[in-house]
């Protein structure tokens, strides 16, 4: 899921003994996201490549999946960049997105754009997820944002590191191919366009 500030790319450091509340505020501060995160904006806007600016709708699924996605940031410390988001999306896909459609639909986006630039980060961010756990099965709640960040990490096996398995590379293999496979048709038919209408 894309999660981009204005020009602003780092997740600030977060302590460990801050609450998640405390250390999504400072997240929220260090990203120039604005005091609620830009939950109640009507539009959210990305930069492809870092570069191209591209704005679509801040639909309630994607709020309610964000909410979730911004302490998955400040708990993994992947960063706001394209790089980072494409890291998070992918370990969000393999941590398995239950029933968020928007972080499916958007992390699959994020996830085939870290192929196509870092292949072999993605599969180290996939690898993670198959070993550790999300919160999207949780309820959002102040009883969730009051949990510490260290006991967090450490209940959704964030602390520890998982070299990719056999089973985590031939996962990768197939998601990769799935997450994939609507833009290379996109890329087939436009293809197809140019040929019939230079024939």
């Avoid at 309630?60 to 998070?88: C, F, K, N, S």
């Avoid at 072999?120 to 709640?141: E, Q, T």
């Avoid at 990768?172 to 087939?188: D, N, Y």
Wanted: net charge negative.
């Amino acid at each position: 899921m894309v999660r981009l500030g204005a020009g602003m790319h780092l997740v600030a450091m977060t302590s460990d003994t801050m609450t998640l509340l405390e250390a999504r505020t400072h997240y929220f501060e260090s990203n120039g996201f604005g005091v609620d995160g830009g939950y109640g904006d009507a539009w959210v806007t990305i930069k492809l490549f870092d570069m191209i600016p591209v704005r679509f709708p801040n639909t309630p699924g994607r709020v309610r999946a964000v909410r979730y996605h911004d302490l998955h940031h400040v708990m993994t410390g992947y960063q706001t960049d394209m790089h980072g988001e494409a890291e998070i999306s992918t370990w969000e896909l393999a941590t398995n997105c239950r029933g968020m459609i928007a972080a499916w639909l958007l992390n699959a986006g994020g996830m085939a754009y870290g192929l196509l630039t870092a292949p072999r980060d993605m599969l180290r961010a996939w690898a993670r997820g198959r070993h550790s756990h999300n919160l999207y099965d949780r309820d959002f709640d102040d009883q969730l944002l009051e949990r510490h960040v260290d006991e967090m990490r450490h209940e959704l096996a964030l602390d520890v590191e998982h070299p990719p398995t056999v089973v985590d590379r031939l996962t990768f293999a197939l998601a990769s191919a799935v997450v994939l496979a609507p833009w290379l048709a996109l890329l087939g038919l436009v293809g197809w366009a140019i040929v019939a209408a230079l024939a």
